[in-house]
């Protein structure tokens, strides 16, 4: 079954409250939904009630407290209808069903994890627990009363303010819930079982105080603080910064080692992957402290872009997702080095969002239809979303967009709303039309601009001469011309910038220093130019876009020097070392010498050694365009192997020409007790990457296994032992570090995996037999999400030479992971799939092992919608 935008229609019956009685146990969970409502005015008296299900047996169905007449409705697995119903009265609708949470492998609805109970119910995890309308558009008020055995769950928690509760019968006690915001079913939580807790409070600015609680399993409190620090840190942050204070008594984070993604927003009642809650020095690196800040961020401010204010339909995930990625990158910005952030958000884009965007699994940002919505949490959703969201604020200027987001807040408060909704506000707030600017939301794919330049010394004019393009994608042969802000600067000859605006079309703008391109091709021109500037243009990653520009190496140097803004200063280094690491790998494969590395090398020793930059900066700089990176920007026939053998000889250039400067940087830590502070995570990362161009240079594991042993804390013992691991394998240094490693940290499982990601990412063919070897591991689990993704994920997604060899063996077993896992777990073995979304763009010899194994896996028996879903669309774009 497709579903499509176009098909809204609202529900014959309107909800006006549900409440919900849970008897938990692990095998038998009785659930009883009241639900109060009535026909929608003008809805025709002989509409049924038609009620979403998911694998339900209904037990008895009673309407205002009496058993329904057999002849009066239908039920299957998927569809409760009740014929009959009040024309106008309002009336209560009683549906009682019986599920079995340890049954349930899927991790949507409620299951166990540990021996906890839990629930995802977004996007349609609800409708696994009870009949009801399972969908965003219809907002309820929830109470909820939970009553389980008291040695079964100490602890019973859901959505809203606490009620009460006490002794039920014999052995047995309950909790009650109510929340008085109205929200969609997806937003529903449960959790029980015993947990241990940590407690803090929060004075929100006008005054009211809330408690802060974050659940974890008994003996990880301490690892839990710095994900309250970040949860406060989020709180107050929001209040600054978009005028949004919580608003309930209670807000509660509660920490699952089975959870299919990073977490969830439930009304007052986070769940989260542990992985991004629990951390201390000795386990977690700066990364993980990092993403524990911006998931814990994200999951909070979802809480006004989310839930205060939710999706019309989930055609309109972006609504919520993009938007909340931004404002999450916004905090990370503030709370630690804006120019890093974003170099880091860059990268993450190009590196996953680019490449769907390229493939058969291309969407655009709001999909017009699907046949799994679980299949559309993607990079274009969040990543790409974002950036939409972005690219607003660039246009509109970030005093209108501020205007606008408050416009939102106070007009749709309450409303489950469209795309075209949100956009209104910052139309109105701006005096815009949005119109073109509205299609970022509906046409797939990364436009490519052209851009160049000429300089006219006798009328010192200096023209920019800009043309978009925009390939088909599935479902969209033709594209239309799009709004595209670029910003921009004019350097000077001496480093300094050119004041003067353009003329011509697309120079008028919000913000000073950005191009409007809105036509297929335009041009604009600068006065007053007297020597011949270097364009720097879609600074900071402005659009994302592909940007076409015969820039000289010399012009790339001059912007990496000069350029005011750090992220272009970066974007300029980092071209710099695509083009150069493309050109060395279409040489590699061609068996001709590699270019000479000098002008590559000369930068990076510079930024390297320049104290005058941040340290975060000068890892970014340092850390060179990724194999698969190289791919991309070579877009076809791909071969791994050449590509890897270019980069790893440039690598040794570099670490040849900078050597004594590597190895001093290898040794500046920095000093006393860890802290994840960004300042002192620059510090470590410019040592991480410095600490392996050294040992490249040396051509010795001996450096990178004394760091190993000595290292205090997770950052730098894992940086040393993926050197050893990914430069030096097979040395006595790898393999003892590999086992050390093991062995400190083997009742860690999220430590475990740090191990299972650095070995399943090793390069080279021989990888995947040690992958087979670690899947027998008394570590492996292959029914929790980490551990898989750790694993399996690392290396299908991780590692371009291991996983794509040439004899199709990497591809199988993905596909033999793939088709297993899928019978327990539908939506972890549909995501692990999309790492075969370029399968296109290899050779035809290793293109033709993957598009069998795709093949295979639709010959399995009983395949989910989740996955038939990626394989047909991945073998038919
Ligand atoms: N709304 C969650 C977040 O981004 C993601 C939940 C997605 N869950 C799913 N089963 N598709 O914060
Ligand atoms: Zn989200």
Redesign the pocket.
């Given at each position: 079954q497709v579903f499509h935008l176009k098909d809204y229609a609202p529900t014959d019956f309107v909800v006006d409250r549900i409440d919900l009685t849970f008897e938990l146990d692990p095998a038998e969970t009785k659930v009883i939904s009241r639900v109060l409502m009535k026909r929608r005015a003008g809805v025709s008296r002989s509409a049924p009630l038609v009620f979403d299900g998911d694998e339900l047996t209904l037990d008895s169905v009673q309407l205002d407290g009496n058993d329904i007449d057999p002849a009066d409705f239908d039920v299957t697995p998927e569809n409760l209808t009740i014929r009959n119903l009040p024309a106008e009265a309002t009336f209560e609708i009683t549906v009682n069903t019986t599920i079995a949470p340890e049954a349930n492998t899927s991790?949507?609805g409620l299951y166990r994890t540990g021996n906890i109970y839990c629930t995802?119910c977004?996007?349609e995890?609800f409708r696994r627990i009870t009949y009801f309308y399972d969908r965003p558009d219809v907002l309820a008020v929830y109470t909820v009363t939970i009553i389980s055995r008291k040695d079964d769950a100490r602890l019973m928690l859901s959505n809203g303010n606490y009620l009460g509760g006490g002794n039920y019968d014999e052995g047995r006690h309950f909790a009650a819930w109510f929340d008085p915001h109205p929200k969609p079913s997806?937003l529903f939580a449960l959790v029980a079982g015993d947990l241990g807790v940590i407690e803090d409070t929060f004075t929100t600015m006008d005054e009211r105080e809330v408690a802060l609680r974050i659940y974890v399993e008994h003996g990880k409190e301490k690892r839990a603080a710095y994900a309250m620090d970040a949860l406060k840190r989020s709180m107050r942050w929001d209040e600054e910064t978009f005028g949004r204070a919580y608003d309930l008594d209670i807000f509660m984070i509660v920490a699952v080692s089975d959870f299919?993604?990073?977490?969830?927003?439930n009304k007052g009642l986070n769940v989260f992957n542990d992985k991004y809650v629990l951390a201390d020095p000795e386990t977690a690196t700066d990364a993980d402290y990092a993403n524990i800040e911006a998931?814990i961020a994200?999951?909070y401010f979802?809480n006004w872009t989310?839930n205060r204010i939710t999706c019309r339909d989930w055609f309109q995930l972006c609504l919520?997702?993009g938007l909340?990625?931004f404002r999450d990158h916004a905090f990370s910005a503030d709370q630690r080095s804006a120019p890093v952030k974003r170099i880091a958000e860059i990268r993450l884009l190009k590196a996953h969002q680019f490449p769907e965007d390229a493939g058969p699994l291309a969407h655009p940002v709001r999909p017009e239809s699907y046949r799994e919505?679980?299949n559309?949490?993607t990079a274009t959703v969040?990543e790409k979303g974002s950036e939409v969201v972005g690219m607003l604020r660039t246009i509109v200027g970030a005093d209108a967009f501020r205007q606008g987001m408050d416009l939102y807040f106070e007009r749709h408060d309450g409303q489950a709303v469209t795309i075209e909704d949100f956009l209104a506000c910052f139309a109105e707030a701006s005096s815009r039309d949005l119109m073109q600017f509205s299609l970022w939301y509906s046409q797939a794919g990364t436009p490519s601009v052209s851009v160049s330049t000429s300089w006219d010394e006798a009328k010192s004019t200096f023209t920019v001469t800009l043309e978009q393009s925009l390939q088909p994608t599935p479902g969209q042969p033709r594209k239309e011309v799009m709004h595209i802000p670029l910003a921009y600067g004019l350097l000077l000859e001496d480093g300094s910038e050119h004041k003067g605006s353009p003329s011509g079309a697309g120079a008028s703008s919000a913000a000073a220093g950005v191009l409007h391109l809105t036509r297929r091709k335009q041009s604009v021109t600068f006065a007053d130019v007297a020597s011949r500037p270097v364009l720097s243009i879609n600074r900071g990653f402005s659009a994302p876009v592909n940007l076409a520009m015969e820039q000289s190496s010399a012009d790339l140097a001059h912007i990496a020097r000069h350029d005011a803004d750090g992220v272009a200063r970066w974007q300029a280094i980092n071209d710099h070392a695509t083009r150069h690491l493309v050109a060395a790998a279409r040489l590699a494969r061609d068996g001709r010498p590699l270019p000479a590395s000098d002008e590559l090398c000369a930068i990076l020793t510079a930024v390297a050694g320049d104290e005058s930059l941040e340290p975060a900066f000068r890892a970014q700089a340092l850390t060179l365009p990724a194999e698969s990176d190289i791919a991309r920007e070579i877009g076809s026939n791909i071969e791994p192997d050449s590509i890897r053998a270019a980069r790893e000889a440039v690598i040794a250039d570099v670490a040849r020409a900078g050597r004594e400067l590597f190895s001093t940087l290898a040794n500046q830590a920095p000093g006393g007790p860890y802290s994840p502070d960004a300042g002192s995570a620059g510090l470590r990362a410019l040592a991480g990457i410095a600490l392996s161009y050294a040992s490249i240079a040396e051509a010795s594991p001996a450096r990178a296994a004394a760091v190993f042993a000595a290292a205090d804390n997770m950052t730098v013992m894992a940086q040393a032992l993926q050197v050893l691991a990914h430069h030096f394998p097979g040395t006595g240094a790898a393999t003892d570090a590999l086992a050390a490693f093991e062995a400190r940290f083997a009742d860690n499982p999220l430590v475990i995996d740090k191990w299972f990601a650095i070995q399943a990412m090793a390069p080279g063919a021989a990888t995947l037999d040690r992958v087979r070897e670690l899947m027998t591991s008394r570590h492996f689990d292959r029914m929790n999400p980490n551990r898989v993704r750790a694993l399996i994920g690392s290396f299908s997604a991780g590692n371009p030479t291991g996983f794509n060899r040439a004899d199709g063996a990497g591809f199988r077993l993905l596909a033999d992971e793939v088709t297993a896992i899928d019978k327990r777990n539908p939506?972890l073995a549909a995501r692990l799939l999309t790492a075969m979304r370029s399968w296109r763009s290899l050779e035809p010899v290793r293109q033709e092992e993957a598009r069998l194994a795709l093949v295979a896996i639709l010959g399995a028996a009983q395949l989910s919608t989740d996955v038939s879903d990626i394989v047909q669309r991945t073998l038919a774009g």
């Open positions: 991790l949507m995802q977004e996007a995890g997806y299919n993604m990073g977490a969830m927003e998931i994200h999951e979802h989310g919520k997702e909340t990625v919505i679980n559309f949490y969040y939506q």
